[in-house]
Nanobody, 124 residues
Framework: VQLVESGGGLVQAGGSLRLSCAAS????????MSWFRQAPGKEREFVTAISWNGGSTTYYADFVKGRFTISRDNARNTVYLQMNSLQSEDTAVYYC?????????????????WGQGTLVTVSS
């Protein structure tokens, strides 16, 4: 199984980025997908989750509500994270994670597979 994130980079505060996570080696449709992030010196934290299959259920950490949107394209085995109104506090390595369940939770330990991460740097 491989999860490969892309789309990170340097952006000014107030700007936008779209992250992608391409999955292979698993029945993508049967996995709930999530995004986490880890800032320097901090623990990895939950950002957002989307349910398996059609992705009808999504939920977000309070600090990204209204700014970030998660989506999935099962035909492409890819999950996306659209990030708008970025702030310096959003600077972190962003990871996608997969769990074979209807919808994943907020704990790192719940997930079966992880990507290598993509760095997002927001300059103020």
């Amino acid at each position: 199984v491989q999860l490969v994130e892309s789309g990170g980079g340097l952006v000014q505060a107030g700007g936008s980025l779209r992250l992608s996570c391409a999955a292979s080696g698993l029945a993508f449709r049967t996995y709930a997908m999530s995004w986490f992030r880890q800032a320097p010196g901090k623990e990895r934290e939950f950002v957002t989750a989307i349910s398996w299959n059609g992705g009808s259920t999504t939920y977000y950490a309070d600090f990204v509500k209204g700014r970030f949107t998660i989506s999935r394209d099962n035909a492409r085995n890819t999950v996306y994270l659209q990030m708008n109104s970025l702030q310096s506090e959003d600077t972190a390595v962003y990871y996608c994670a997969a769990r074979r369940t209807i919808v994943g939770g907020t704990r790192v330990s719940e997930y079966d597979y992880w990507g290598q991460g993509t760095l997002v740097t927001v300059s103020s």
